[in-house]
T-cell receptor
């Protein structure tokens, strides 16, 4: 079936460090790919997306590129801040109602 | 920004009891969803709902589960006879368009079945 596998956490970083969270997918066909983020006490919210191969999604300094050859959608940020502390979820979706999520990766950024 | 509201934030119940989890979606949204996440596992799709009926449901969503939109604002998930394995974080979500990829999620209800 269609699924995503993302890097297990937790991940702890210092401010201004480089962040990478790996995500790979298994799918029949070419899904749209997403990163959602959940800040403490809040609901999941869409961070960025890419709908076809080689697309790059970006938002709030985060980037992820849809790589068909490696079936990956790794999330990166060059210089993290304390406010980036959150749980990050990779997800995929075809033209139907449901998103298929990963287990989430908890990121803690220390000042 | 408008938000999806879920109540309660925590619910503790005894095995075999009925629970109702409540959600208030964003007011102009028409598509509603329930997801859940068992501790340490993936966020799983349960059900989608549109025009007062279920559009799609997963294998998890068996006869013990039901959803309802009792009025113009609330969207509820009922579990008739809870089991230990129903313990999870339950997320409600809504969107304004069919197959919209931008879902707005609530902050979740943590259900603990003892």
């Amino acid at each position: 079936g269609n699924s995503v596998t993302q890097m297990e956490g937790p991940v702890t970083l210092s401010e201004e460090a480089f962040l990478t969270i790996n995500c790979t997918y298994t799918a029949t066909g070419y899904p749209s790919l997403f990163w959602y983020v959940q800040y403490p006490g809040e609901g999941l919210q869409l961070l960025l997306k890419a709908t076809k191969a080689d697309d790059k999604g970006s938002n709030k300094g985060f980037e992820a590129t849809y790589r068909k050859e490696t079936t990956s959608f790794h999330l990166e940020k060059g210089s993290v801040q304390v406010s980036d502390s959150a749980v990050y979820f990779c997800a995929l979706k075809f033209n139907d109602y449901k998103l298929s999520f990963g287990a989430g990766t908890t990121v803690t950024v220390r000042a | 920004e408008p938000e999806v509201t879920q109540t309660p934030s925590h619910q503790v119940t005894q095995m075999g009891q009925e629970v109702i989890l409540r959600c208030v979606p964003i007011s102009n949204h028409l598509y509603f969803y329930w997801y859940r996440q068992i501790l340490g596992q993936k966020v799983e799709f349960l059900v989608s709902f549109y025009n007062n009926e279920i559009s799609e449901k997963s294998e998890i969503f068996d006869d013990q589960f039901s959803v309802e939109r009792p009025d113009g604002s609330n969207f509820t998930l009922k579990i008739r006879s809870t089991k230990l394995e129903d313990s999870a974080m339950y997320f409600c979500a809504s969107s304004d368009r069919e197959a919209n990829e931008k879902l707005f999620f609530g902050s979740g209800t943590q259900l603990s079945v003892l």
